[in-house]
């Protein structure tokens, strides 16, 4: 049987095992600790003094269940010298080392752990040299005991038990778990020895730097600023050790500044602020400041570019199912990208030469879509990052009043921030992406500046190269953004602004093309909003047509996609209530709208309110799209004064004198007879008087309203007319034919008067509205009136301003 050191027989094997969740119990030392897992207590309760137990460390303390790879493979076997109980649950035990032990494995583990274990003899324990290194080891002590306090200073040397010396000294010097593991698990005492002198050498090397921390943290921060004191600790503890100071967080902002790929001037300037912050220990009113200035640079995508897909029959084919019609806004985006595919060959074909690949820099397009509410503008920036494989950022800009909202604010000011462009590109994430400015129109101007006039360096291509943000101080490349902005009307626009833009204009849908999206795209998106199954609900297409015809007026489709809704709410509730088993689909058709819509709000009144002299249809164009309005004449005995009502703007009473001017002075051309001229009144009123108005494109409508009211001759019927007249007669062109075409065709119309020089714009109306209408185009007054009124009067004008029938007494008398 083998006899440990102290004399007392090994016990045989299978062992009793108490595992240490942590610390080491060396041969010659006493450990005292608390017991309460289960297996450990059990095995307590039958212990008592003087029993023989092996005690192993845990490789991790949290584990409960062990097994053989959880223990380390060296212990010590150890006398029970006392157990107390703390509880019912928990025991109070304290161990004497005996000797050395080797782990083998598990025998069992109820109720306790039981295992193979061998005694691990030591070997040259009673040799010269061990005896010389115990000396040794003695000399290295006496410079810990200072540090380590008293407990070292009373070990005494013993020339006999070298070993028991170096476990008593490693016992109390308090080195880490590996280490006190590698010291336990060496058999060899000289070795062993070794072993303990390296690790005091490096405890004193240790204790060395320690101290001299500490003197100087207490040289610069004095006693009673312990925080400080402990930041300033770790600092120095990183400059030791060569990790050139600061914190994880700072070592990780340094790495992304690396990995940003730096312009030389942006590189700089990070250089020197992250000095500053580093300097500052994370103390000071500046380091959130300037560390989040440090950020947006990191953040800031310097060089990366998104990759573009470069397939035009794919992106003409996304373009297509996103959205019916906008043919020119579609051959526009497909040009750009057609552009951007050659710029990307030839680069690649140059490169070959040069051994290595160059990037395309193409300048950013600056598009503007401007039309009405609800044509698509917006969804359309989407569809073409889509199409070209960018991030899409829409930047919203209605109500923006202060111009560092594009430009940023200065960091000398609390809460300073960047402006929404580097916003915009700091979400994105790579600087050529597409942006949407929507609704650049709606800006105005505040006290602290003008955005729109921030506006223009961005959105010029010569100058947006070195972009520079009040924020972020530094010039920022923006030439390769895509920018994109819409708006409802351009009058709004300072001319620099429009200048930067190229305008694409979204005049509206037709009435088939708003059939088709609802077809398409709305109906289908709506029903599955609501909840309703695709085979539950069927919505005629005579039904939507007449949707589109009696419950919406608009350019748009927004109104058109409300009433959907309503027609899907109301679906809904029958759906709901109908029996589940039922197989047969709700239809809803042209009669069924009544119910679910209530009544048609939009009928044709042209032929009924133009069925007397003296009113006449005319086209206008509002930021909403195009719309018909009326104009109504009327005369009385006076002086030969003018009234003009229905809100009108300068221009328009200025287009209404000058009508009137024309027609007095060429009365008897027109075949107005002088003495129902001379001596009358004339009021003009063009109704919906709460509705601001204005523009010369009503000059041809006024004249022809006062011509047919001097005259009696009615306007011929479903008649509509646009232009600009002057004193000489002459029709001048005027802007927005697509959009009045549009609205005219929508409220019925079947003939247009045009001024013969807006020919080349009726390209824009689409074929299938140009073959409904009857264009009729002219250049002089005459030939409006020869085209607008009847041949022969239907009323008689009569000299004191009223009317009577041909076919009256008073007529042919």
């Known amino acids: ?203 004193k090397a240790q204790a060395e730097v320690r101290s001299k921390i500490e003197t100087e943290v207490r040289k610069e921060l004095g006693k009673n600023q312990r925080e400080h004191v402990l930041r300033e600790q770790m600092r120095a503890i990183k400059k030791e050790l060569g990790e050139g100071g600061g914190d994880d967080e700072l070592a990780n902002l340094r790495q992304r500044l690396d990995e940003a790929n730096l312009p030389d001037d942006a590189r700089k300037v990070a250089d020197r602020e992250l000095r500053r912050l580093e300097s500052m220990g994370g103390q000071g009113a500046e380091t959130h400041v300037i560390r989040n200035y440090l950020e947006l640079i990191a953040d800031l995508p310097w060089s990366k570019r998104a990759s573009e897909k470069i397939d035009l029959d794919k992106i003409a084919e996304q373009l297509n199912e996103d959205h019916y019609g906008l043919e020119d806004i579609k051959k526009r985006i497909l040009e750009h990208v057609a552009v951007l595919k050659l710029s990307n060959d030839r680069a690649e074909e140059s490169a070959k030469d040069l051994g290595k690949k160059e990037e395309p820099r193409l300048t950013g397009t600056l598009l503007c879509f401007v039309g009405p509410p609800g044509v698509g503008k917006t969804s359309l920036g989407q569809s073409i990052a889509d199409a070209t494989g960018r991030p899409f950022v829409r930047v919203a800009l209605g109500g923006v009043r202060d111009e560092a909202e594009i430009r940023g604010h200065r960091r000398t000011y609390v809460g300073a921030l960047p402006g929404r462009i580097l916003h915009a590109l700091r979400k994105a994430g790579v600087k050529n992406p597409v942006v ?168 044709s009144e042209v032929a009924e ?37 229905g809100q009108l703007g300068d221009v328009m009473k200025e287009s209404a004198r000058a009508a009137l001017t024309y027609v007095r002075s060429n009365a008897s051309q027109l075949g107005i007879r002088p003495e129902v001229v001379e001596g009358q009144d004339v009021h003009i009123h063009v109704p919906a008087g709460a509705v601001p108005k204005d523009g010369p494109s009503a000059g041809v409508t006024i004249f022809t309203a006062l011509v047919s009211l001097f005259t009696g001759r009615r306007i011929k019927p479903d008649t509509a007319m646009t232009g600009e007249a002057t004193l000489r007669g002459r029709v001048l062109p005027v802007g927005g034919i697509k959009a009045k075409v549009l609205a005219a065709h929508r409220a019925g119309i079947k003939r247009v008067i045009l001024p013969a020089k807006v020919a080349r714009d009726l390209d824009d109306v689409p074929a299938e509205v140009r073959e409904q209408l009857e264009f009729i185009l002219v250049e002089d007054m005459k030939q409006v009136i020869e085209a607008a009124l009847e041949k022969e009067p239907s009323e008689l004008p009569t000299v004191f301003g009223g009317t009577s029938r041909k076919d009256s007494p008073a007529a042919h008398a």
């Open 436 to 603: 949407l400015l929507d609704e650049v129109d709606k800006m105005t101007a505040g006290w602290a500046g003008s955005p729109e006039a921030a506006l223009l360096e961005v959105l010029d291509p010569e100058q947006n190269r070195t972009f520079t943000d009040h924020y972020l101080e530094l010039p920022f490349d923006l030439s390769e953004v895509m920018f994109i902005c819409t708006a409802n009307t351009l009058e709004t626009l300072s001319a620099p602004l429009r200048d930067r833009l190229e305008i694409v204009e979204l005049t509206g849908y037709t009435p088939d093309e708003k059939v088709h999206i609802a077809r398409k795209h709305l109906v289908a998106k709506r029903t599955k909003d609501h909840g309703i199954a695709e085979d539950q609900l069927v919505i005629t297409d005579e039904a939507i047509e007449r949707i589109v015809r009696d419950y919406t007026r608009e350019a748009g489709v927004r109104q058109l996609d409300r009433e959907i809704k309503k027609v899907c709410r109301a679906a809904a509730l029958e759906v709901a209530r109908r029996s589940k088993k039922s197989e047969t689909p709700l239809s809803i058709g042209p009669e069924d709208l009544v119910k679910h819509l209530g009544k048609p709000k939009f009928e």
């Open 1 to 203: 049987m083998s006899t440990l050191r102290s004399g007392v027989p090994a016990p045989i094997s299978p062992v009793a095992v108490l595992p240490l969740r942590s610390g080491v119990l060396f041969p010659g030392a006493t450990l005292t600790f608390a017991v309460g897992r289960p297996r450990s207590v059990a095995l307590l309760r039958n212990l008592y003094p003087g029993d023989i137990v092996v005690t192993f460390s845990q490789r991790d303390p949290r584990t409960l269940d062990l097994g053989s790879e959880d223990l380390h493979p060296y212990g010590t076997y150890a006398r029970v010298k006392s157990v107390a109980r703390r509880g019912e649950r928990e025991f109070e035990l304290s161990l004497e080392g005996l000797d050395r032990a080797r782990f083998e494995s598990f025998t069992s583990a109820d109720p306790f752990y039981k295992a193979e274990v061998t005694l691990l003899e030591e070997t040259n324990g009673d040799t010269p040299e061990a005896h010389e290194l115990a000396r040794a080891l003695k000399l290295e002590v006496e410079g810990l005991v200072r540090d380590a306090g008293g407990a070292l200073a009373q070990i005494e040397l013993d020339e006999s038990d070298a070993s028991g010396f170096a476990d008593r000294i490693a016992a109390l010097l308090d080195l880490p778990a590996p280490q006190e593991i590698e010291i336990l698990g060496e058999p060899d005492v000289p070795s062993r020895i070794r072993l303990l002198v390296k690790r005091i050498g490096e405890a």
């Open 609 to 645: 309110r133009t069925s007397i002299a003296g009113v006449v249809t005319g086209l206008a164009w509002t930021p909403f799209g195009g719309s018909i309005l009326f104009v109504e004449t009327s005369r009385m005995p006076g002086r030969g004064s003018v009234e003009i009502t």
